[in-house]
C-alpha cells in the first residue's frame, strides 16, 4: 500500500506552521491586484495583511482565479514520484471550479502512473471549514489508513462541518454575487448584519440578519453553542477555528466568547486568506467546528 499524502489549496488558510504539523502541501490559486497576477499565498509573504485588506477598503477590487491545470499538474506530479498516494481536499465545489479541475487532472495523470491514485473530496466548506477537514484528513493519513480509506472518512466527516460567519460590509458579497445589490444597500444603511453558514451544498447561505457588529459576533457565538447538541463530537474533544479578515480584535473577542460558553479543547485564530478574503472582504469573522449546523437554526 502507498502512503498517503494530503493535498489542500489556497482556500484552506493554513499557514506554513500548520501544514508542516500535519504534512500538508497545497495547491495555490491566483489573484489579480491592480492588473497584476500574484499567486495567493497563505503565508502572506507577497504583502501583508493589512495592505491586502487596506486595498480593498480603498476601493481597489481583487479577483480570484481557480487553481490552475499546470498548477494541479506540478504538486501532483511531485508527490506521485515520490511514491504517494494522493488525497486532494478542494474549496467547496458550489465556490470554486478547483475540484472539478484536480478531478480533470487526476484522470489525465492516472494514465502516467497506473500504480497510484489521486482521489479528490469535496469538503462542502471553504477557509477554517476547509483546513478543519484537510487536517483530519492528514490525521487518517498518518494513521496509515489507504487513500481510499483515508477520502471516503474525510468525504463522511465534511458533512459535519459547519460555519457562522459575519461580514463587516455586505458591499463585497454584493460585488462578488453574494447578494442582491439592494439587499447589500439597505443592509449596510441600516447595520444589518447577516450570519452566513455553508450549507449543504457547500454554498455560502444567510440564515440569520442581526443588528448590530457585536450582535452578530455573540450571535455566532450563541449558534456554535447549539450546532454542538447532540453533536457525535463534542465541543470538549475539538478544536475550534476562529477566522478573522484583519479584525483581530473581533477574532479575539470571539475567543474568549467561545471559550466561557463552550469550552472546547482549543480554539485557533487564523487569517482569512486572499481567495475567500476577496470575496468576504475585511472585517469578515467566521467561527469553523464540526457538529450539527441545523441545530443552531431550526
Known sequence: MNKVKIITDSCADMDKAMREKYDIDYARMSIMWSGEEKY?????????????YDAMRSGIRITTMQVSAQEFERVFTMYL???????????SSALSGSYNMGQVVAKQLAEKYPDRKILCVDPKNSCGGEAIVTIEAAKLAAQGLSADEV????ASLAEKSM?????GSLTYLKRAGRVKASTAFFGNLFGVKPILISNDKGENEAVKKVKGR???????????KASFVDAELPASEQT???MHADCEADAEYLAEQVKAKIAPKDVYIGVVGPIIGASAGPDTVALYAFGNRYAAIN
Not at 495567493?40 to 491586502?52: Q, R
Not at 460555519?163 to 461580514?167: K, L, N, P
Open 40 to 52: 495567493a499565498s497563505t503565508d502572506w509573504d507577497l504583502y501583508t495583511v493589512k495592505e491586502f
Open 163 to 167: 460555519q457562522f460567519c459575519t461580514v
Open 81 to 91: 514520484e515520490q511514491g504517494y498516494d494522493i488525497v486532494y481536499v478542494a474549496c
Open 240 to 242: 475550534v477555528f476562529v
Open 214 to 224: 457585536k450582535n452578530a459576533l455573540d450571535e455566532c457565538v450563541d449558534m456554535l
Open 151 to 154: 477520502a471516503q472518512k474525510t
